[in-house]
């Protein structure tokens, strides 16, 4: 019985191998599996202490990013812990990992740039959840930041994954910064001779009885050119949300559409007059080539 204890004894305590002088051995690696294990489970339990401390009393964008440090704080604490009590010296394994640093660190410069591009969202706060932005091609509303990338639903609910280096090194557009209501800029052409002036108070009336267009500030029709085919006019009418610019671009459409349609007034196409001048020595086939 003694015996067998001692050869069970002596496997979970023989060393195995060696990391930077410090023999480690099958009772090492148990202890440092269960300490990392631990940790996690702590950094998980950790996690929603925070949710429920800062739950309403801190902006979703903060909350979240303290989620998310208080996370790695103690996942990190946890390793560094279960390293300490096995014996591992940490000194030599930082020494180890600047070492590595230098050969990888090419391999992580975007892995870092979004970090550091999210922390400065964090202090800057160009965005927040529930911001509607642009970025790229990208247009929906924000609704999480993380650390490394942030969240974006776009109108037709599909979620695209942003890097943050992206708001930090292009030009985004937020559209619910400060005051939420935007204004819809919508081209209309008439044709030339048109009464401009009856075009103009039909799509004033328009803008007035749609529903979804701000009373003030009130609706205006500006002649912004005159085109190869058009008069082109634009009807600047402003909303509430950046959200209700879709569909409100799509329903004044179909009103001035019909409206124009129901007073007489074209809209033109785009056209253009081709004349063929024929000399006395050649025919029209010789002369298209045909």
């Not at 942003?162 to 400060?178: A, D, L, Y």
């Not at 209309?188 to 103009?200: C, F, I, M, N, P």
């Not at 039909?202 to 609706?219: H, N």
């Not at 459409?253 to 809209?267: D, M, Q, T």
Request: aromatic share 8%.
């Amino acid at each position: 019985m003694t015996t067998a204890f001692s050869s069970v004894s002596e496997f979970f305590t023989r060393p195995l191998f060696a990391v930077n002088g410090t023999a480690v051995s099958f009772t090492s690696i148990l202890v440092f599996v269960l300490l990392t294990w631990l940790s996690f489970f702590v950094a998980r339990q950790g996690r929603k202490l925070v949710q429920r401390l800062v739950n309403g009393r801190l902006e979703a964008t903060l909350a979240n990013i303290l989620d998310q440090l208080a996370n790695v704080a103690i996942i990190v604490a946890g390793l560094y812990i279960a390293l300490r009590f096995v014996g591992i010296d940490i000194g030599g394994l930082v020494v180890l990992a600047s070492a590595l640093g230098v050969g990888i660190g090419f391999g992580l410069q975007n892995i870092a740039s979004n970090l550091i591009s999210g922390m400065i969202i964090l202090l800057e706060r160009p965005i927040s959840v529930g911001d509607r932005v642009t970025v790229g091609e990208t247009v929906g509303d924000v609704t999480r930041i993380g650390l490394r990338s942030t969240e974006v639903v776009t109108p037709d609910n599909i979620m695209i994954i942003v890097p943050n280096s992206e708001f930090i090194s292009n030009r985004v557009t937020n559209w619910t910064r400060g005051r939420p209501q935007t204004r819809i800029h919508l081209p209309v052409g008439v044709a030339y001779g048109s009464d401009l002036e009856k075009t103009r108070h039909i799509l004033l009336d328009i803008a007035r009885a749609q529903k979804g267009v701000l009373p003030e500030p009130a609706p205006e029709v500006w002649l912004v050119n005159f085109g190869d085919s058009s008069i082109n006019l634009e009807l600047l009418v402003w909303v509430e949300a950046p959200n209700l610019i879709p569909r409100l671009r799509s329903e004044l459409n179909f009103a001035v559409e019909a409206a124009l349609r129901a007073h007489a007034i074209s809209i033109p196409f785009p056209q253009r007059d081709v004349r063929v001048v024929f000399d006395g020595q050649s025919n029209g086939s010789e002369r298209l080539g045909v």
